[in-house]
């Protein structure tokens, strides 16, 4: 089967060979022949031939070599000459005569390409630059298009595999190098140019990267050229496309450690420099300046942010930002003249973004609280009394010189940069507390909240003079991914959406992350951060009435369970009262909560429906945002627990613990635990939940029969092998998996206090007891584990101790030794005496079913006996009333039952009259073996109806058999 082509083939035009390559080839190498007659031939293969067969690239190969020797480094220019038209039919698709392994076509086209290398190292200006252009459209696949785009696709990524076997690409970029630093026009020359724009074109190509980025020193060359931006602006842009797409493909790594040992993150920084001071008005700088931006962006990280740190980049992208509203006294300021234009409103948000990346390193921290970057964002917050400005692109002009203003952005660009800000103001406001608080920072952005939650306004074009602005349509702004309901056919706005939704959820967002716990501080030298700036943030908004206003706007909401991104607005909502609770220095915010209708919110939201989980919509985040509330709001506080109680908050989280996600239980465990701790109310009620119905759940159960079973599963997820009837193992670890090293600093028992549920669940049951008889076998079983869970534990931690030591190879001193191994003693007697204390409690209860088996197998058996009575006498009667041997024993044995029935009875007392040998006479003359049924024997009276006393009923059996008609 013949392969693909590397390179697209077509028919040849001119099926007639307008010479022979060997005969040219001789042709060459003779000395004696004249060099016009050379110059023909090599003139002639051009206007031969439109395609070249594959398999005479070789040959082409060796004609290019033995024409460059007679050029003599430029002497003889006109070989050149003849050299370029043959490489522009070379660069052309090939045609194939024979079929070809697609190895053996990849090797032919590598050796031509190292070829156009070794040539290009010694060729002048203009042959260099045909090569290189004859290279860009090897790499291409030639320069025609007929067959389908996912053909071309597959021939252009073959032809950029061989380019990247070859050594083409290192050898224009130590040619480019050496042209970069010629003296004179070095800036003028076409070649490099053309080379510039080829490596533009090469680094698409994922291998291609790899290998430019390994010649390191050439790629220094190319970012020295954005230093002078403004001589030639074509090689800034090919250099600058060099640069992108080395950073943004598998040679990124290497591209960052040669730019932090080299002088390339210094480079960007002054070409950064002066386009952001040149730019204003042109259209081609302010293009790279953001292109810059955005790939100094991508450059950031942990590595390169010391470097980076170094250089004029970060003031100079935060003077960028604040300079055209604030101003400021550094002269660069007087030359950022930035417009209203789309090109310089990519520039605000590129440089917002790269302060938010830069924000969470530690070196750039120090310049950012120096800056007015703070004060430009609250300037750019959205609040009730603010008059919007009308529609305009034209730069502001100030009037009052102290007092600074926006640009004139558009309605759907400055919804955009408002969203924008919060975002950033989320990242950057933690960092600059003091600068925060100085600019009253909370009542901004709770005044934000206030006009972001207000009802929208009847008329959907004007606006009124309180500023209440309507804007255009809703989700401007990237940022507003999903909030796309206002002005749909169907939709409510008063109730759905009033066009502000973003805007309400990254206050909220940028609010959490101010009163957090110190979890967004950066801190990279990983010591205790300091709290104390979140506890005054915290303070404020308190102060201000944050807790009533969050509160009234949960409770007041229009209820939509299934809208993802009202549920991303309640979640960010509880995520900041709950960092408020917990900087609560005295408890006192607890009361204001409940007093506020917090309770309200936290039943509201726990009461939720449990199918609502599965359609990932972000209700996961809300319960366990809601819960985190609870937890830190609830226990201790003398008003929220008993509203809470009375509402039903414990039936809620038992309800989440069966039927929620299996994620959130370690959390509601917790919160359980500390409920009873606070209030004992909570564990009657507890106790008294039943479990509901349900798909996943079908049968009733009792709180007690959930945590056992929450129990079992967390050791099945653990990876602990239960023995039979869920006894401990026979382990000297029975808590820990089978394969758990006590040596181990990855995992230790007690780190499986923090993985798992056990912890919880057994404090739990410490607060409601252990005492429940009637539990099947099982769970008294898995109950017995529980209440020795803290032992288990504590010998455990003994063990792993032990075991550390002789690790180390620390020998402990005699008491210390001693109670190590009494401490080994008592692990080993805990887990026997349990193992054995649990068999047999299963045995007790297998003796006792069996019991119960027999009792009720007895039962039926007595309540059945006189029909089995009635089967035995049916068949005695046919017997004996069939067969005369059957009729003689049975006579027989009835004289023997009369005189055992006589013998039964007790002595006759004195004064009586015997009738013994009155009755053994009669009976013993009887000739039948049935009875009359008004003869009643002896020994079936009743003990006492004739004065005498019978024996137990030895043959009562055989004398009802004997005595009754069958």
Same mark, same amino acid.
């Given at each position: 089967?013949?392969?693909?082509?590397?390179?697209?083939?077509?028919?040849?035009?001119?099926?007639?060979?307008?010479?022979?390559?060997?005969?040219?080839?001789?042709?060459?190498?003779?000395?004696?022949?004249?060099?016009?007659?050379?110059?023909?031939?090599?003139?002639?293969?051009?206007?031969?031939?439109?395609?070249?067969?594959?398999?005479?690239?070789?040959?082409?190969?060796?004609?290019?070599?033995?024409?460059?020797?007679?050029?003599?480094?430029?002497?003889?220019?006109?070989?050149?000459?003849?050299?370029?038209?043959?490489?522009?039919?070379?660069?052309?698709?090939?045609?194939?005569?024979?079929?070809?392994?697609?190895?053996?076509?990849?090797?032919?086209?590598?050796?031509?390409?190292?070829?156009?290398?070794?040539?290009?190292?010694?060729?002048?200006?203009?042959?260099?630059?045909?090569?290189?252009?004859?290279?860009?459209?090897?790499?291409?696949?030639?320069?025609?298009?007929?067959?389908?785009?996912?053909?071309?696709?597959?021939?252009?990524?073959?032809?950029?595999?061989?380019?990247?076997?070859?050594?083409?690409?290192?050898?224009?970029?130590?040619?480019?190098?050496?042209?970069?630093?010629?003296?004179?026009?070095?800036?003028?020359?076409?070649?490099?140019?053309?080379?510039?724009?080829?490596?533009?074109?090469?680094?698409?190509?994922?291998?291609?990267?790899?290998?430019?980025?390994?010649?390191?020193?050439?790629?220094?060359?190319?970012?020295?050229?954005?230093?002078?931006?403004?001589?030639?602006?074509?090689?800034?842009?090919?250099?600058?496309?060099?640069?992108?797409?080395?950073?943004?493909?598998?040679?990124?790594?290497? +591209?960052?450690?040669?730019?932090?040992?080299?002088?390339? =993150? #210094?480079? /960007?920084? *002054? !070409?950064?420099?002066? &386009? $952001? @001071?040149?730019?204003?008005?042109?259209?081609?700088?302010?293009?790279?300046?953001?292109?810059?931006?955005?790939?100094?962006?991508?450059?950031?990280?942990?590595?390169?942010?010391?470097?980076?740190?170094?250089?004029?980049?970060?003031?100079?992208?935060?003077?960028?930002?604040?300079?055209?509203?604030?101003?400021?006294?550094?002269?660069?300021?007087?030359?950022?003249?930035?417009?209203?234009?789309?090109?310089?409103?990519?520039?605000?948000?590129?440089?917002?973004?790269? +302060?938010?990346?830069?924000?969470?390193?530690?070196?750039? =921290? #120090?310049? /950012?609280? *120096? !800056?007015?970057?703070? &004060? $430009? @964002?609250?300037?750019?917050?959205?609040?009730?009394?603010?008059?919007?400005?009308?529609?305009?692109?034209?730069?502001?002009?100030?009037?009052?010189?102290?007092?600074?203003?926006?640009?004139?952005?558009?309605?759907?660009?400055?919804?955009?940069?408002?969203?924008?800000?919060?975002?950033?103001?989320?990242?950057?406001?933690?960092?600059?507390?003091?600068?925060?608080?100085?600019?009253?920072?909370?009542?901004?952005?709770?005044?934000?909240?206030?006009?972001?939650?207000?009802?929208?306004?009847?008329?959907?074009?004007?606006?009124?003079?309180?500023?209440?602005?309507?804007?255009?349509?809703?989700?401007?702004?990237?940022?507003?991914?999903?909030?796309?309901?206002?002005?749909?056919?169907?939709?409510?706005?008063?109730?759905?959406?009033?066009?502000?939704?973003?805007?309400?959820?990254?206050?909220?967002?940028?609010?959490?992350?101010?009163?957090?716990?110190?979890?967004?501080?950066?801190?990279?030298?990983?010591?205790?951060?300091?709290?104390?700036?979140?506890?005054?943030?915290?303070?404020?908004?308190?102060?201000?009435?944050?807790?009533?206003?969050?509160?009234?706007?949960?409770?007041?909401?229009?209820?939509?369970?299934?809208?993802?991104?009202?549920?991303?607005?309640?979640?960010?909502?509880?995520?900041?009262?709950?960092?408020?609770?917990?900087?609560?220095?005295?408890?006192?915010?607890?009361?204001?909560?409940?007093?506020?209708?917090?309770?309200?919110?936290?039943?509201?939201?726990?009461?939720?429906?449990?199918?609502?989980?599965?359609?990932?919509?972000?209700?996961?985040?809300?319960?366990?945002?809601?819960?985190?509330?609870?937890?830190?709001?609830?226990?201790?506080?003398?008003?929220?627990?008993?509203?809470?109680?009375?509402?039903?908050?414990?039936?809620?989280?038992?309800?989440?613990?069966?039927?929620?996600?299996?994620?959130?239980?370690?959390?509601?465990?917790?919160?359980?635990?500390?409920?009873?701790?606070?209030?004992?109310?909570?564990?009657?009620?507890?106790?008294?939940?039943?479990?509901?119905?349900?798909?996943?759940?079908?049968?009733?159960?009792?709180?007690?029969?959930?945590?056992?079973?929450?129990?079992?599963?967390?050791?099945?997820?653990?990876?602990?092998?239960?023995?039979?009837?869920?006894?401990?193992?026979?382990?000297?670890?029975?808590?820990?998996?089978?394969?758990?090293?006590?040596?181990?600093?990855?995992?230790?028992?007690?780190?499986?206090?923090?993985?798992?549920?056990?912890?919880?669940?057994?404090?739990?049951?410490?607060?409601?007891?252990?005492?429940?008889?009637?539990?099947?076998?099982?769970?008294?079983?898995?109950?017995?584990?529980?209440?020795?869970?803290?032992?288990?534990?504590?010998?455990?931690?003994?063990?792993?101790?032990?075991?550390?030591?002789?690790?180390?190879?620390?020998?402990?001193?005699?008491?210390?030794?001693?109670?190590?191994?009494?401490?080994?003693?008592?692990?080993?007697?805990?887990?026997?005496?349990?193992?054995?204390?649990?068999?047999?409690?299963?045995?007790?209860?297998?003796?006792?079913?069996?019991?119960?088996?027999?009792?009720?197998?007895?039962?039926?058996?007595?309540?059945?006996?006189?029909?089995?009575?009635?089967?035995?006498?049916?068949?005695?009667?046919?017997?004996?009333?069939?067969?005369?041997?059957?009729?003689?024993?049975?006579?027989?044995?009835?004289?023997?039952?009369?005189?055992?029935?006589?013998?039964?009875?007790?002595?006759?007392?004195?004064?009586?009259?015997?009738?013994?040998?009155?009755?053994?006479?009669?009976?013993?003359?009887?000739?039948?073996?049935?009875?009359?049924?008004?003869?009643?024997?002896?020994?079936?009276?009743?003990?006492?109806?004739?004065?005498?006393?019978?024996?137990?009923?030895?043959?009562?059996?055989?004398?009802?058999?004997?005595?009754?008609?069958?």
């Amino acid at each position: 089967m013949k392969s693909k082509t590397i390179l697209q083939s077509f028919p040849a035009s001119n099926s007639k060979l307008g010479c022979s390559f060997h005969d040219i080839i001789k042709l060459l190498r003779d000395t004696d022949i004249e060099r016009e007659r050379q110059i023909h031939a090599l003139k002639r293969i051009a206007r031969s031939y439109q395609e070249f067969d594959l398999l005479d690239l070789p040959l082409i190969e060796q004609i290019v070599l033995a024409a460059c020797e007679k050029a003599e480094g430029g002497l003889n220019p006109s070989f050149y000459s003849c050299v370029v038209d043959i490489l522009s039919v070379a660069s052309k698709p090939y045609r194939h005569t024979a079929t070809i392994k697609l190895e053996e076509e990849i090797r032919i086209v590598v050796s031509f390409l190292n070829t156009l290398g070794i040539v290009l190292k010694d060729a002048s200006p203009d042959f260099a630059n045909s090569i290189v252009s004859t290279s860009l459209l090897l790499f291409r696949g030639g320069t025609d298009c007929h067959f389908q785009n996912k053909e071309l696709e597959e021939i252009r990524r073959k032809c950029g595999q061989c380019m990247s076997q070859s050594m083409l690409p290192k050898d224009i970029m130590i040619t480019l190098k050496k042209a970069l630093h010629t003296d004179g026009q070095r800036w003028q020359h076409s070649f490099v140019t053309s080379a510039m724009f080829a490596l533009a074109e090469m680094t698409r190509n994922e291998d291609l990267c790899i290998a430019v980025a390994n010649e390191w020193k050439s790629v220094e060359e190319i970012l020295a050229v954005l230093e002078n931006a403004t001589l030639n602006l074509e090689l800034v842009e090919c250099a600058m496309e060099i640069l992108w797409n080395l950073v943004e493909s598998k040679a990124k790594t290497v +591209v960052l450690t040669n730019l932090i040992g080299s002088s390339g =993150i #210094p480079s /960007l920084a *002054k !070409s950064f420099h002066n &386009l $952001l @001071l040149v730019a204003c008005g042109n259209h081609i700088l302010s293009r790279l300046r953001n292109d810059i931006l955005v790939v100094l962006t991508l450059l950031l990280t942990k590595s390169s942010a010391e470097a980076m740190s170094e250089t004029s980049i970060f003031t100079d992208v935060l003077r960028g930002l604040t300079a055209p509203e604030i101003g400021g006294s550094h002269p660069d300021n007087k030359k950022l003249k930035l417009s209203c234009e789309n090109i310089d409103l990519e520039f605000h948000k590129f440089g917002l973004i790269f +302060v938010q990346k830069a924000s969470k390193f530690e070196p750039f =921290i #120090p310049a /950012l609280q *120096k !800056s007015k970057l703070l &004060l $430009l @964002l609250f300037l750019y917050l959205p609040q009730e009394n603010v008059k919007q400005t009308k529609n305009s692109t034209s730069t502001n002009t100030r009037k009052d010189k102290g007092s600074p203003q926006l640009r004139h952005w558009s309605l759907p660009i400055r919804e955009e940069l408002e969203i924008l800000s919060l975002a950033t103001l989320g990242t950057v406001a933690p960092l600059c507390l003091e600068t925060f608080l100085r600019l009253r920072g909370g009542t901004q952005l709770l005044k934000s909240i206030s006009w972001a939650s207000h009802p929208r306004e009847i008329s959907p074009t004007s606006e009124t003079e309180t500023g209440g602005r309507i804007f255009l349509g809703a989700g401007n702004s990237t940022l507003s991914a999903g909030d796309f309901r206002l002005e749909m056919e169907g939709s409510t706005p008063v109730e759905l959406n009033n066009g502000r939704r973003t805007h309400l959820l990254f206050c909220f967002k940028a609010l959490n992350q101010l009163v957090s716990f110190g979890d967004n501080i950066n801190n990279t030298r990983g010591e205790q951060p300091d709290i104390t700036g979140n506890c005054q943030v915290a303070q404020d908004l308190v102060d201000q009435g944050i807790i009533d206003q969050i509160c009234n706007y949960l409770n007041n909401r229009k209820k939509a369970l299934t809208d993802g991104f009202d549920i991303s607005i309640q979640t960010e909502a509880l995520g900041v009262l709950g960092n408020i609770m917990k900087n609560d220095p005295q408890g006192h915010w607890k009361e204001l909560f409940g007093t506020s209708g917090g309770v309200t919110v936290l039943l509201n939201t726990l009461e939720i429906d449990h199918t609502l989980f599965d359609m990932n919509i972000g209700c996961f985040d809300l319960i366990s945002a809601c819960v985190h509330l609870a937890w830190l709001a609830v226990p201790g506080s003398s008003v929220c627990e008993p509203l809470f109680f009375d509402g039903g908050g414990i039936n809620y989280l038992l309800a989440l613990l069966q039927l929620g996600p299996r994620s959130l239980h370690n959390q509601i465990l917790g919160c359980l635990v500390d409920l009873m701790e606070a209030n004992v109310n909570a564990v009657s009620l507890f106790k008294s939940w039943e479990g509901q119905s349900d798909e996943k759940v079908p049968k009733l159960c009792s709180s007690v029969e959930l945590l056992i079973d929450l129990w079992r599963k967390d050791e099945q997820d653990f990876g602990v092998v239960i023995a039979e009837n869920n006894i401990v193992p026979d382990t000297t670890n029975p808590l820990m998996r089978d394969d758990w090293n006590p040596v181990s600093t990855e995992e230790t028992s007690v780190s499986e206090i923090f993985q798992t549920k056990r912890s919880k669940i057994f404090a739990i049951f410490c607060k409601i007891g252990f005492d429940f008889p009637n539990m099947n076998i099982s769970d008294q079983v898995t109950l017995k584990t529980i209440k020795a869970y803290h032992k288990l534990k504590m010998c455990e931690i003994w063990r792993e101790i032990s075991e550390s030591l002789k690790e180390k190879r620390i020998s402990p001193v005699e008491p210390d030794e001693a109670m190590l191994t009494a401490a080994r003693q008592a692990s080993a007697y805990l887990v026997t005496s349990l193992r054995e204390s649990q068999a047999d409690d299963v045995l007790r209860d297998r003796d006792a079913q069996e019991a119960d088996l027999n009792g009720t197998f007895t039962t039926i058996l007595d309540s059945l006996r006189n029909e089995i009575a009635a089967d035995e006498k049916q068949k005695t009667f046919l017997e004996r009333t069939s067969n005369h041997s059957t009729l003689k024993m049975m006579r027989s044995q009835q004289l023997a039952t009369l005189r055992n029935s006589r013998a039964a009875c007790a002595e006759i007392p004195d004064g009586s009259v015997d009738h013994t040998e009155e009755i053994g006479a009669y009976s013993d003359n009887l000739n039948t073996t049935v009875l009359a049924s008004n003869i009643q024997l002896t020994a079936l009276l009743q003990p006492g109806t004739d004065g005498r006393e019978l024996d137990a009923t030895t043959t009562r059996g055989k004398l009802e058999a004997l005595s009754t008609h069958a």
